[in-house]
Nanobody, 119 residues
Framework: QVQLVESGGGLVQPGGSLRIACTAS????????VNWYRQAPEKEREVVVL????????TYADSVKGRFTISRDIVKKEAYLQMNSLKSEDTAIYFC????????????WGQGIQVTVSS
């Protein structure tokens, strides 16, 4: 059974930074692109970062471009979303996501982690 788990969220002041991590069990996380989504209160889930499945492309939402960066630690088997210059509108639950294609697409999600940007 595949399980994704986010960690590292919390409360941060506007202008601050936070890094959230995604780990996996039942899945070789480092073999796959890791996408990031978020859902603000009373809003639909939206893409933060999408990684290409068959290429090395990385697409950031316009709202986070230049402020957010993804990375991974192969030794720790963790994927990261580094968030800098945080704004109140970045407040949301953040989800990591992995899409795996075998004979069909399987979509795996973490449970989400709260990021609150407030003074």
């Amino acid at each position: 059974q595949v399980q994704l788990v986010e960690s590292g969220g919390g409360l941060v002041q506007p202008g601050g930074s936070l890094r959230i991590a995604c780990t996996a069990s039942g899945l070789a996380l480092m073999k796959y692109p890791v996408n990031w989504y978020r859902q603000a209160p009373e809003k639909e889930r939206e893409v933060v970062v999408l990684q290409g499945y068959t290429d090395d492309s990385t697409t950031y939402a316009d709202s986070v471009k230049g402020r957010f960066t993804i990375s991974r630690d192969i030794v720790k088997k963790e994927a990261y979303l580094q968030m800098n210059s945080l704004k109140s509108e970045d407040t949301a639950i953040y989800f990591c996501n992995v899409k795996v294609f075998t004979t069909k697409w399987d979509d795996y999600w973490g449970q989400g982690i709260q990021v609150t940007v407030s003074s």
